[in-house]
């Protein structure tokens, strides 16, 4: 370190700390939404690897992350108004404190959640070829989430340009450290064969040189590294909620560096506070002026009305040929699509082998990974805010539980949390369902944990619709984040056109097309029902007629959320009777949804509702028990009857 | 491919949506010439023959027997014997043939490419009669059918210019919301394929409705029935009851008490078109008319002594009975009529159609404005009639429009009988052979007793008696008469006459001159001015 790079990192981080007291007074004066969360005393990490970083290296960061966000992008007025939940905020007032977007910045209040998310940053950058890294600050606190060592363990076993900066304060919120932390901090990382740092910010000089170092084995030696920074936070955690002894904060005080610093260049430490103070209250006068954050635009309409055209399929093959059809040829015209999961390499090919070929195709771009459903999909979701097209395979969709704080708090937030910044088309696809004997843990439709969380996409595939179709769609035109559930009674069977006399296959219009199984006459009763539970339906509307001289349309949507009543509420209006079968319990579920969007938009035209799903029971193994307690031909049959 | 010529099934009427096969009028293979008959269909009206379009070999898709659905390949004509191998029958055929297509396509100019649903209403209806035909142009706001709906009828007008394509077949219900069919630009674009479904292409039966389709020894197409076919429709078409919520519980208690007619003793055969089609319109028309019939007995003395003196008039009585009844339907407006829902829908034309059974099923052709026609014609017509019948070549205009029917079986050796309505009709008159052992023979007229009492009916039975009566005496003594002078009566000069007509049979003075009778100047009881005929004196 020469003497010459310390004026500008001081200069930098003395901004930060009049940018966060002056957020505390605003705080006080009821000006800021929220909370904030300062990190004074804590501004030289950023202050310092901003040095070494350039605008194309990736930095996430945490609740804590004002200084990084200065650090890296000089935004101070946007900081300010977005903190003050105005529109000229870095993320148009939606993201405030934590939740901030600039470049190649992030940040998130979700503890350890973008460790994995760093990681499918680095590895966009490796498959683009690039000499860029990605960073993450985490705290130590943070070190209790599994997401970090899977993460970790991928970063290395991976060789991404990764680098994770723990900065140990030795309080996580209030908890001091000894009470939750075992062990060894950096024994963590090179456990996984992560080359480790050590730091602290009471020595400058000795800071500079390690994060030097550091970033430069990362992005030259492109492998990962971890760097444990000691340092002190000297205000709160939050607000007011500092229950650390007076004397030990005064402790901290005597070797902060900013601190020493006024001490000893009283005059350039005033002038260079001066010169933040005058900016930072020009930046909050501006940010008082402007407008607050704006609602946004809901542009979609769910209520289209569906037009109706025969069902055609040529299509021979199985379904998990075709989607592996599909895949092949998609990955080889879109060199963003990259293939994550367990399993998925070959020769083995996946749990279902519908990436069987695709790794020995495309050995980069297809992605074999640990146990680790939650990080492979974070790492998705890096990938995704890294400009590619991750697809995720969860093995069996009941592993699904681990994906959730990816999608919920991560990918379904990015596109509105980061004002519109950021486009995150991503697709988690997972087999669901029972009938093959696997028990309560692998046998589950729990697609009803995964709907309506706004702004992502749930679809079920059918035996009707040609998946190639909707992952062509899905490649062509997604935004966001789409879960695909793929029910795994129907990767060995062949596409079907063909019904049963009295009865037409209809193909809706719509993007991820809606089937209607037509009665040629005026329905009793429509049944509407999704993915494997179409079979069923089919086989109960052909008894139903025969037997009990019941006529049934079936309507067997693709898309499950957002729900489009239209495709229900012509059928419904004829036939006054709404049976809802899903695989999956019924309470608080798809058909619930459905029967109330159905009442909206159709007020009056049900007579008759009924839900039938899943016993409320764990599945069985055994089969025939198996087979009893989920929906069947005869439970519908009989659920049907009741309504008439 | 382009060297054969295809012959498709025809569309002969709008109730057709399919035809039977019934005989191959030539050898599988054989050399054919364009203009030859080649095959016979059946429809539910009319048997008609198919010719070859070109000179050629013959290769049958079809044989005896067949019902396939209008438009389908029946035969191909190939230019030469070997290519016939060479010709695959997976071919589709055309909807209508393309000369075809292309006449109605020019007839009509600027037509929306788009096809408009017209006649959905929100409450179930009946449709009822059709007027213009499937496939047939349409004009804007003309009228395209008459349907019934809750207790009245009303008309349904197009919506727009164009082609119509029906949906539905007249005199079947038509639940809420559904289309009754669709107007398209083109003749050939059928609606189904775009939007509406395709309604006739299929038939399935439940297992219920199909028990008791077994029990009556019915099938769903004899019924009129298509598509999904539930035992409730069966019911409905079986007993009809006004009240649709009580009646699916009585019919269902109903049908489990129907006896069985199962029995490993026998085995079903097939009825053939145009009796299926006919067992339709009987049902419907009987299943709610209150029917009752009177009877009048006719002396034979005058026919058997008529037509010993002129052998022209043996077997011509039929028609005589036609005109008479013709003329004197003017006076009973209630015979010409249907009841609907509590009111009468009259109808505005004579049309007397005349059962004839000789040998190939039944047929009615109809004598159009029977009223307005002279003995001479309507024995021309019936003659030509049963030339038609005979040669298969009645035609669905022969058939259709008949406002009042007579069955004459006194050909049969039958003495008495129970005519049947037709559907759209209240009354039939029906004509028995001579009592044995006696010197009269019965006219019997079975009403719908919502439209006509007893009393009128008996009335109108009387006079045509009378009529008859009268008539045979005037073929008597036709050429006596024709003369003679009736010298009880004052007789009004010729010019006068000529501007006068009978007030009670309206034959005009120079008819009634020709036929050597007078018209007479009389007063009613009324006190009013009236002109009676001599013929129709004898009874008023």
């Given at each position: 370190m020469r003497e010459k790079d310390i004026q500008p990192i001081i200069q930098k981080a003395v901004l930060i700390r009049t940018v966060e007291q002056k957020l505390l007074e605003l705080f006080s004066e009821g000006k800021l939404f929220g909370t904030v969360h300062t990190c004074i005393g804590e501004e030289l990490t950023g202050a310092v690897l901003a040095e070494f970083l350039t605008p194309k290296d990736y930095v996430f960061s945490n609740h804590r992350c004002h200084g990084h966000f200065i650090s890296m992008t000089d935004q101070v007025e946007a900081l300010i108004a977005e903190i003050m939940g105005k529109e000229t905020g870095v993320c148009g007032g939606w993201g405030g404190s934590q939740h901030l977007c600039h470049g190649r910045f992030f940040s998130n209040g979700i503890q350890g959640g973008f460790v994995p998310i760093t990681a499918g940053l680095a590895l966009s950058e490796e498959l683009k070829g690039t000499r860029n890294i990605a960073a993450c600050f985490i705290g130590e606190g943070t070190l209790g989430e599994g997401a970090v060592y899977e993460s970790a363990n991928l970063m290395s076993k991976w060789n991404l340009p990764a680098l994770v900066i723990i900065e140990n304060n030795r309080f996580s919120q209030s908890t001091p450290q000894e009470k939750t932390i075992a062990g060894d901090i950096p024994a963590r990382f090179s456990a996984f064969g992560i080359r480790t740092f050590e730091t602290d910010t009471w020595n400058l000089e000795g800071l500079y040189d390690t994060l030097e170092e550091a970033v430069r084995y990362v992005r030259t030696g492109r492998r990962p590294a971890a760097v444990r920074i000691q340092t002190d936070r000297l205000m709160a955690h939050s607000k007011g909620d500092d229950d650390r002894p007076k004397e030990l904060i005064e402790s901290y005080y005597k070797r902060d560096i900013l601190t020493m610093f006024s001490r000893e260049e009283p005059e350039k430490y005033a002038s260079y506070a001066a010169e933040a103070k005058a900016r930072v209250d020009a930046a909050v006068e501006a940010a008082e002026a402007a407008a607050m954050a704006k609602a946004p635009e809901f542009l979609e309409v769910h209520s289209r009305p569906v037009s109706w055209r025969p069902l055609q399929i040529t299509e021979k093959k199985r379904v998990n040929e075709i989607i592996r059809e599909c895949f092949t040829d998609s990955m080889e015209k879109d060199s963003r699509i990259v293939m994550i999961g367990e399993d998925i390499l070959d020769p083995y090919g996946g749990a279902f082998k519908v990436t069987k070929g695709l790794s020995t195709a495309y050995p980069d771009r297809v992605k074999g990974t640990s146990i680790s459903e939650y990080a492979l999909t974070g790492i998705g979701n890096g990938l995704s805010l890294g400009g590619l097209f991750p697809v995720c395979e969860i093995m069996f969709g009941d592993f699904m539980t681990l994906t959730m704080d990816q999608i919920l708090n991560h990918a379904a937030k990015f596109p509105f949390m980061y004002n519109h910044q950021v486009k995150n088309p991503i697709i988690i696809r997972t087999p669901m369902g029972g009938g093959r004997g696997y028990g309560p843990t692998h046998s589950q439709s729990i697609e009803k944990h995964f709907l309506g969380i706004p702004q992502t996409l749930v679809l079920a595939l059918n035996r009707r619709v040609n998946p190639a179709e909707v992952y062509r769609a899905l490649f062509a035109s997604l935004d966001r984040p789409a879960m695909v559930f793929e029910n795994k009674t129907l990767y060995a069977k062949r596409l079907k056109s063909e019904t049963g006399e009295g009865f037409t296959a209809e193909i809706s219009d719509e993007i991820y097309p809606t089937v209607r199984i037509r009665p040629d006459g005026e329905p009793d009763i429509t049944i509407l029902c999704y993915g494997g539970m179409l079979d069923v339906a089919e086989d109960a509307q052909e008894k139903l007629f025969d037997e009990y001289d019941i006529i049934a349309e079936v309507i067997c949507p693709t898309l499950l959320y957002p729900f489009h009543v239209e495709t229900v509420t012509d059928s419904v209006r004829r036939s006054g009777r709404l049976l809802i079968v899903e695989e999956g319990n019924s309470f608080a579920a798809w058909g619930s949804e459905a029967v109330t969007e159905v009442m909206e938009a159709a007020p009056g035209a049900l007579k008759a509702v009924r839900r039938l799903g899943m016993f409320e029971c764990p599945i069985p193994c055994c089969g025939p028990l198996e087979k009893q307690l989920l929906p069947n031909v005869g439970s519908l049959i009989e659920a049907a009857r009741r309504m008439i | 491919?382009?060297?054969?010529?295809?012959?498709?099934?025809?569309?002969?009427?709008?109730?057709?949506?399919?035809?039977?096969?019934?005989?191959?009028?030539?050898?599988?293979?054989?050399?054919?010439?364009?203009?030859?008959?080649?095959?016979?269909?059946?429809?539910?009206?009319?048997?008609?023959?198919?010719e070859s379009p070109a000179d050629g070999y013959i290769k049958f898709m079809v044989g005896i027997g067949d019902e396939v659905p209008n438009g389908s390949l029946l035969a191909v004509v190939a230019p030469k014997e070997d290519l016939l191998e060479s010709f695959h029958p997976e071919t589709k055929p055309d909807k209508a043939p393309a000369a075809d297509r292309k006449r109605q396509a020019a007839a009509i100019q600027q037509l929306s490419e788009d096809v408009t649903s017209f006649g959905i209403f929100d409450q179930p209806v009946t449709l009822g009669e059709i007027y213009v035909k499937n496939g047939e142009s349409t004009e804007r706001d003309t009228i395209l059918c008459r349907?019934?709906?809750?207790?009245?009828?009303?008309?349904?007008?197009?919506?727009?210019?164009?082609?119509?394509?029906?949906?539905?077949?007249?005199?079947?219900?038509?639940?809420?919301?559904?289309?009754?069919?669709?107007?398209?630009?083109?003749?050939?674009?059928?609606?189904?394929?775009?939007?509406?479904?395709?309604?006739?292409?299929?038939?399935?039966?439940?297992?219920?409705?199909?028990?008791?389709?077994?029990?009556?020894?019915?099938?769903?197409?004899?019924?009129?029935?298509?598509?999904?076919?539930?035992?409730?429709?069966?019911?409905?078409?079986?007993?009809?009851?006004?009240?649709?919520?009580?009646?699916i519980l009585v019919s269902k208690k109903a049908a489990a008490s129907l006896p069985a007619f199962h029995s490993s003793d026998g085995r079903y055969e097939s009825i053939s078109k145009a009796k299926r089609s006919e067992a339709v319109f009987l049902s419907e028309a009987n299943r709610d008319a209150v029917v009752s019939q009177v009877s009048v007995l006719v002396p034979t003395q005058g026919i058997f002594t008529a037509c010993a003196k002129d052998p022209e008039l043996a077997g011509r009585f039929s028609s005589v009975i036609i005109f008479e009844t013709g003329r004197l339907l003017r006076n009973y407006r209630n015979m010409l009529s249907f009841y609907e829902d509590g009111r009468l829908f009259v109808y505005g034309h004579i049309n007397i159609g005349y059962a004839l059974s000789i040998g190939d099923g039944l047929k009615v052709p109809v004598f159009r404005d029977a009223d307005r026609k002279d003995l001479e014609s309507i024995m021309a017509e019936k003659e030509r009639f049963i030339e038609k019948y005979l040669s298969h070549a009645l035609t669905p205009e022969d058939l259709g429009g008949g406002t009042f029917t007579i069955t004459d079986l006194s050909s049969t050796g039958c003495y008495m009988f129970s005519p049947v309505l037709n559907l759209g009709q209240s009354a039939i008159l029906g004509v028995g052979g001579e009592n044995p052992g006696k010197t009269d023979y019965p006219l019997v007229l079975a009403f719908d007793h919502r439209v006509t009492d007893g009393a009128t009916a008996t009335e109108f039975l009387c006079r045509l008696k009378e009529r008859l009566i009268a008539h045979e005496n005037v073929l008597l003594g036709r050429q006596e008469k024709k003369e003679e002078k009736s010298a009880s009566h004052s007789i009004i000069e010729k010019a006068e006459r000529e501007k006068l007509v009978c007030d009670s049979c309206f034959r005009t003075a120079e008819e009634l001159e020709e036929w050597g009778l007078n018209l007479v100047k009389t007063v009613d009881r009324y006190g009013e001015e009236k002109h009676i005929c001599s013929l129709c004196l004898a009874g008023y």
């Open positions: - | 491919m382009d060297d054969f010529v295809k012959i498709l099934a025809p569309t002969n009427n709008v109730n057709d949506t399919s035809v039977v096969i019934f005989q191959l009028l030539a050898e599988d293979g054989a050399e054919v010439k364009k203009g030859q008959a080649v095959l016979a269909v059946e429809t539910s009206k009319a048997t008609a023959d198919i349907i019934r709906k809750g207790n009245h009828t009303e008309t349904v007008p197009a919506p727009e210019a164009g082609y119509v394509h029906w949906e539905m077949e007249p005199y079947m219900p038509v639940k809420a919301g559904q289309a009754l069919g669709s107007i398209s630009g083109s003749p050939s674009v059928c609606a189904g394929e775009k939007t509406i479904p395709v309604r006739y292409g299929s038939l399935r039966v439940s297992r219920e409705a199909q028990r008791i389709l077994d029990d009556r020894k019915l099938t769903a197409a004899a019924l009129g029935l298509t598509g999904l076919v539930t035992a409730e429709m069966v019911r409905e078409r079986l007993e009809p009851a006004r009240d649709s919520g009580k009646e």
